[in-house]
């Protein structure tokens, strides 16, 4: 198997996980937006210190966020 047939599907993998992402973001109240451009940047400050349990922490409350906003949508 070569390299591009490796990149191929991680890229489409990407894609897909993005799109995924965007149809929910923009489902989301504007108060779950707003909670959401707080907390990722202090995702990536974390994911970038090297502290996981921080990252991961973050991401449980990033789902929260969306599972809530999917509950309340109408």
Known sequence: MSTAQIVQPQQDSTADE???FRRHLRALGPVQRRILTVLMPRLVALDE???ADGA???IEE???ILWEGRRTRH
């Open 18 to 20: 993005l799109n995924e």
């Open 62 to 64: 990033v789902k929260t």
């Open 49 to 51: 210190a090297g502290d």
């Open 56 to 58: 991961l922490s973050i």
